[in-house]
């Protein structure tokens, strides 16, 4: 018999896989973004107050960017920290606000940049110019120069000023923040047309009311001052006036040659455009006033009381030889140092952009005094900071700013005397 093959299956082992382990995820936060928040908030802080010496960096900073609007972006910075801090998160704002923003702010860049341009007298150079007055304030550790809208500022009214002028550049810095105002009220602009004729239109139709109240009132006036009874005027006293008779005088005849002929136009020395000097040793000499003639000015009407002396036949005045001679002193010298001294002070001023002028210069026996008057927008504090600017271009060993002098609208630039240098060195 033909025995049966067992048929022998295969077993099919099957390998199960291990479960690999996942990384877990670490469950400590990372402060990363709030500490960098806090960082940003307080750098800010310190530019808006301007405190200390990372206070005042970190403004010029900013100033270098926008200008004499540092204090938005200081702001802004200080609102994105807290959110940071705060949040961990980036505050998100619409783009319709974003953009608004960004188009007013530009706006009012150009037209701060424009005025400050305007006030210096300046129409080149806009960009050179505002790094140069960064890079002085950063020298001398101060915020005190007029920025304007800083660099973007600048750059925008490079190009405006040379394709329309200083004129063009305002308008286009008013169209800027009225197309912003535009965006952030969702306002469109046949809107704005519609507004633009009804307000015409109801200022046209109350013109004719304006000009017949201003008719009437100036009629009114008119009749109000025709009916006003007049002040009899009151006539001035003569004045009584002693007339002296003198005996008459011949003047004898001189030869042409003799007579004293004036000089020539050509060499008659100009002396308008030259600063007055006053000299403290120079008193003006006041023509004497009689006593009873003084009296007699200050009033007519009061009664004066006056006591006669008689005078001793025997007293003799004391001779002038008792009084010590006073050398004449040269003082050519003196007076071409202050002239020299002056068109340097000028030079000095206009070449760090201050526009002040020299009016008088007091030349005294110690101290020699320069009253200078600032234009208007002028800050006193940048003509005293130049002190040491000043010192150094006068060769002068110091030099002290009174701002102002009591009383008066000038300036006071003091230094010694080059007599009174010579004499202290010879000592």
């Not at 009381?305 to 003082?331: A, C, F, G, H, R």
Request: glycine residues 6%.
């Amino acid at each position: 018999m033909a025995q049966k093959r067992k048929t022998t299956r295969r077993k099919t082992t099957t390998t199960r896989r291990r479960p690999t382990k996942r990384g877990r995820k670490s469950s400590q936060p990372s402060y990363t973004v709030n500490l960098i928040g806090g960082i940003v908030a307080a750098l800010c802080l310190l530019a808006l107050f301007q405190t200390g010496f990372i206070g005042r960096f970190v403004a010029n900073i900013l100033r270098v960017i926008v200008g004499d609007t540092y204090v938005v972006p200081a702001l802004l910075g200080i609102a994105a920290g807290l959110a940071l801090v705060v949040t961990g998160k980036w505050p998100r704002l619409p783009g319709r606000y974003v953009w608004s923003g960004v188009l007013i702010y530009l706006g009012v860049l150009l037209w701060l940049e424009t005025s400050a341009f305007l006030q210096l007298n300046q129409h080149t150079g806009f960009v050179a110019y505002t790094w140069q007055l960064v890079g002085d304030d950063f020298a001398n550790d101060s915020v005190n120069a007029i920025l304007g809208g800083g660099t973007i500022g600048a750059l925008m009214l490079t190009v405006t000023s040379f394709l329309v002028a200083f004129v063009g550049s305002r308008i286009v810095a008013v169209a800027l923040m009225l197309v912003g105002a535009m965006i952030l009220f969702n306002v469109s602009v046949g809107q704005v047309m519609h507004v633009i004729e009804v307000v015409a239109a109801f200022c046209w139709s109350k013109a004719g009311w304006v000009a017949d109240r201003l008719m009437a009132g100036i009629a009114r006036l008119k009749q109000i001052q025709a009916n006003r009874p007049k002040r009899p005027v009151k006539q001035p006293k003569p004045a009584v006036t002693e007339t002296t008779t003198q005996p008459e005088t011949t003047t004898p005849l001189t030869a042409p040659e003799d007579k004293t002929l004036p000089t020539p136009v050509a060499e008659r020395s100009t002396t308008a455009d030259t600063v007055p000097i006053n000299v403290a040793t120079q008193r003006s000499k006041a023509p004497a006033i009689p006593p009873a003639q003084s009296a007699a000015e200050e009033g007519d009407d009061e009664p004066i009381m006056v006591s006669s002396v008689d005078e001793d036949p025997n007293y003799q005045l004391p001779d002038t030889s008792l009084l010590t001679p006073i050398p004449q002193k040269d003082q050519k010298d003196d007076y071409d140092l202050i002239e020299k001294n002056t068109k340097i002070l000028k030079q000095t001023l206009d070449s760090f952009g201050v526009d002040a002028e020299i009016k008088h210069v007091n030349l005294g026996p110690s101290v020699t005094e320069y009253e200078l008057h600032p234009a208007i927008g002028v800050k006193v504090s940048r003509i005293v900071n130049l002190a040491d600017d000043l010192a150094l271009a006068l060769a002068a060993k110091d030099i002290r700013i009174e701002a102002p002098i009591p009383a008066s609208h000038l300036l006071g630039s003091k230094c010694q005397t080059a007599r009174f240098q010579r004499c202290r060195s010879e000592k």
